[in-house]
């Protein structure tokens, strides 16, 4: 529930923003009853904030004149807000933001009373948040600002790129949309010219980016949220069924987070259900957990883990054969130089 303290606060701002409003519809943004909303202007007249009245079809209620709320007025969990929003900014962005999320912090802390610093300080130092990269951020950092200023002016941009799915890198001429960070990854999203549709790109596979003369128009109906969820929508998906024998459950159970399913049997084994962008991905997640666990679906994901496993029993096999006879070996050199 919004505490009251709150509500005085959006109903300042309210009143600030547009004069002569309807006590109903006050009261309906507040998500309050009319009864409450004068008890609320009855509090605000009490702590001196001037609140007047018009009658009549255009009229409503209205501040007097002149009155403007203190630049900065927050509750401490608003306070609290803000400043892990801005640590959050200097965690994703690094050096692109680094001073100006400590220089937003510096003036907070100059002007927010001692309650609302205090809670503040206490939320940074025990609400953290870290790790957030799986890549070297201050390596990306100047394709960072180069895309940041393209998105920013909507120049187009050449970039050299090399994808997962192709063994050499490939030239691209990309009008880039926007900068996306999602599952510790840098994206950007534009239109590729190449391929002749809207694509997401890897921040780290680009091997080099230089900035065009050209200009490009962003389009009036792009939406990066509705994109973003339509991309994931659309993304093929390889849907795998696997067991945990009952020595390896606790694997399994211990992240369930990794599941769309899971089936607790009752000889202590543990059935999961995952859903993986490819085979290849499915196959690499699947021998991460060794002979604990044993693929049920899809058939061509058996074959393949089957395989890999087979290719990679026999590299060690080939050196474990090779063994006896280099141990001979140096069981005689030993003995020569012992004579």
Not at 83 to 88: E, F
Request: net charge neutral.
């Amino acid at each position: 529930m919004t505490p009251p303290a709150t509500r005085l606060i959006t109903l300042i701002m309210l009143l600030q923003r547009k004069p002569n409003q309807k006590a109903a519809e006050l009261a309906e943004a507040l998500g309050i009853s009319v009864r409450t909303l004068h008890r609320y202007f009855a509090m605000l007249d009490e702590m001196g904030i001037p609140i007047y009245t018009e009658r009549g079809p255009h009229g409503g209620f209205s501040l007097v004149r002149g009155y403007r709320m203190p630049p900065l007025v927050l509750t401490p969990e608003e306070a609290t807000a803000v400043y892990l929003g801005t640590s959050m900014v200097e965690e994703i962005w690094g050096s692109l933001y680094r001073e100006a999320a400590q220089g937003a912090l510096a003036k907070l802390d100059n002007v927010l009373p001692d309650e609302q610093r205090h809670e503040a300080a206490w939320a940074r130092r025990s609400l953290v948040v870290t790790g957030l990269h799986r890549s070297d951020l201050e390596a990306l950092t100047p394709l960072l600002e180069k895309l940041r200023r393209a998105v920013r002016e909507h120049r187009q941009v050449a970039l050299t790129y090399h994808s997962q799915s192709s063994p050499h890198p490939e030239e691209r001429t990309v009008d880039p949309y926007a900068l996306v960070h999602r599952w510790g990854w840098w994206y950007v999203v534009g239109y590729c010219h190449l391929r002749k549709e809207m694509r997401s790109f890897r921040v780290d596979r680009i091997n080099s980016l230089n900035l065009t003369a050209r200009v490009f128009t962003l389009p009036k109906t792009f939406d990066i949220q509705a994109y973003l969820a339509q991309e994931m929508q659309n993304q093929p998906q390889v849907r795998v069924r696997m067991v945990f024998t009952a020595q390896a459950a606790h694997v399994a159970l211990t992240n369930r987070a990794y599941w769309e399913c899971v089936e607790e049997q009752t000889d202590g084994s543990v059935t999961v259900t995952m859903s993986t962008p490819d085979l290849l991905w499915a196959v690499s997640s699947v021998l991460a957990y060794g002979p604990g666990v044993k693929v049920l679906e899809p058939p061509e994901l058996q074959c393949m883990v089957a395989e890999w496993a087979r290719r990679v029993a026999d590299q060690y096999t080939q050196n474990a054969a090779a063994m006896p006879a280099r141990n001979e070996t140096d069981r005689k050199i030993k003995k020569e130089t012992h004579d």
